[in-house]
């Protein structure tokens, strides 16, 4: 066979070869033009191959088709696959999408073995299951990936139990809390994530392959089989259902969507803590960029493009939502618009991941900036209303209002409450006692948080050593 022969006829041909006898002619180059699906679609290429191979395999065995045009469909699938990664295979948009691509190919390979591949499916099965297939395989890659990511917090996270840095809330410093400890929150955001893509895998993984059109086959077919080979739990129990959902698709958009949004928050607070007026982090040239008029200038554009990203992300899951929302019962040809999007998304996750995955391990922590910041807005206010209630028996909501007085007190004389002197804080809460003293410094106070989950560095710890056996790092 000639390997080089392209796949290219007339449209007219084409398109009576492919619809059948119905059609005299071919559509227009608009139709053509809004109905070929093959410049994005060509992605499915190794699901749509494996696909084929499993249904000529389960045929045989059935005794719909023939041992020798089994082995003939596979040996000529497995040259379509040789000749795609290799560069070679011409696609055609006239024969609109992969499935009907490698099927003209491998008609010109093998001749009539390749006309009888098609018994007992139909595009509406065979593309569900390609799909499937694709975001099956791009959900393992994602779990991968953030694992990785898991990894390099923990890692980042195990060399900075004890580098103290402020906790905010609206921004605002709050309690000192140990760098460790803010970035074990986001293992377990991603821990969360990783939740949400393994529940849409285990949905996923039923095979729509041999549900035909919408009302299944009357060919003596075996779904089991073929749902076996391709690594499915069972078949789709309702053939309609079969074709036309695509709620596989919402399910992955969706969980990367949220997943999205934690990356973007931690490029967020990336982008802050390496800005001038933080400097918590430092970023090397690999992940920076300067300025093309400022030559001081080094711009934390890989987290910021990261911050972006689920404008791209939400904005597919939203499309498809729409996509579907109205669709009857089985097939539309509106469902063609439900992969651009997917595609896009995944390649949006996965370099979002990548990216951030390296500026954790990139990142240079500054734990003097840190612990200089932890001067400014009081963090251990807290620690003195506890106090206040352990010590001295005061409802919390009255050693709360004592302990704002003691906090504007310091404010006016410019010192840290642990600077103040004992009689100072006597004069406002004359209950306090000498032990107050060393129990209001941000050592202290990050050092008592010992509740399960705290950021007291040997509770930190603990949690780490959770975090690899929980997420299996």
């Not at 040997?458 to 959770?466: G, H, N, P, T, Y």
Request: glycine fraction near 6%; aromatic fraction near 6%; include cysteine.
């Amino acid at each position: 066979m000639d390997m080089t022969k392209n796949n290219n006829t007339s449209s007219a041909e084409t398109k009576s070869s492919i619809w059948g006898g119905r059609f005299s002619s071919g559509p227009s180059q608009l139709m053509q033009d809004i109905n070929a699906s093959i410049s994005y679609d060509q992605r499915l290429y190794k699901q749509d191959i494996a696909g084929s191979k499993a249904h000529a395999t389960m045929l045989a065995a059935c005794g719909i088709i023939s041992s020798d045009d089994c082995q003939q469909i596979h040996a000529g699938l497995g040259q379509i696959a040789t000749e795609i990664e290799t560069g070679v295979f011409v696609f055609s948009e006239a024969l609109e999408d992969i499935h009907m691509n490698i099927e003209a190919r491998l008609a010109t390979l093998i001749g009539e073995p390749a006309r009888r591949l098609h018994t007992a499916r139909s595009r509406n099965d065979q593309v569900a299951t390609d799909f499937k297939l694709w975001v099956r395989d791009a959900l393992d890659a994602v779990d991968a990936a953030l694992a990785d990511m898991q990894s390099a917090l923990l890692d980042k996270a195990a060399n900075h139990t004890e580098t103290l840095m402020p906790g905010f809330t609206h921004l605002q410093t709050a309690q000192p809390v140990t760098f460790a400890f803010h970035l074990m929150a986001y293992v377990e955001m991603l821990g969360r994530d990783r939740g949400r893509f393994a529940d849409a895998r285990a949905r996923l993984n039923e095979s729509p392959l041999g549900a035909a059109a919408l009302a299944g086959t009357s060919f003596p077919t075996d779904r089991h089989m073929t749902a076996a080979a391709l690594g499915f739990d069972r078949p789709a129990a309702n053939a309609m259902d079969a074709v036309s959902d695509r709620d596989f698709a919402l399910e992955f958009l969706a969980a990367a969507a949220i997943c999205a949004v934690h990356l973007s928050r931690f490029a967020e607070e990336l982008v802050i803590w390496s800005s001038d007026r933080f400097g918590f982090i430092t970023l090397s040239d690999a992940f920076t960029t300067g300025s093309s008029i400022m030559p001081q200038k080094r711009n934390p554009d890989a987290a910021e493009l990261v911050r972006a990203k689920p404008g791209r992300i939400i904005g597919a899951l939203t499309g498809l939502l729409i996509v579907l929302k109205g669709l009857p019962l089985a097939y539309g040809k509106d469902m063609q618009e439900d992969k651009e999007g997917v595609f896009d998304a995944a390649d949006s996750l996965g370099i979002a991941i990548a990216a951030t995955t390296g500026m954790i391990r990139d990142m240079t922590p500054q734990p003097d900036a840190m612990l200089d910041a932890l001067k400014q807005g009081f963090p251990t206010a807290t620690d003195l209303a506890d106090y206040m209630v352990r010590e001295l028996g005061m409802p919390f909501r009255e050693a709360h209002h004592a302990s704002g007085a003691i906090v504007a007190a310091a404010a006016d004389k410019a010192v840290d409450l642990e600077d103040l002197s004992l009689a100072e804080l006597q004069a406002i809460e004359p209950r306090i006692k000498a032990n107050i003293i060393g129990q209001l410094s941000v050592m202290s106070a990050a050092a008592a948080r010992t509740s399960f989950g705290g950021t007291a560095p040997d509770e930190v710890v603990a949690r780490i050593a959770d975090a690899k056996q929980r997420f299996g790092i």
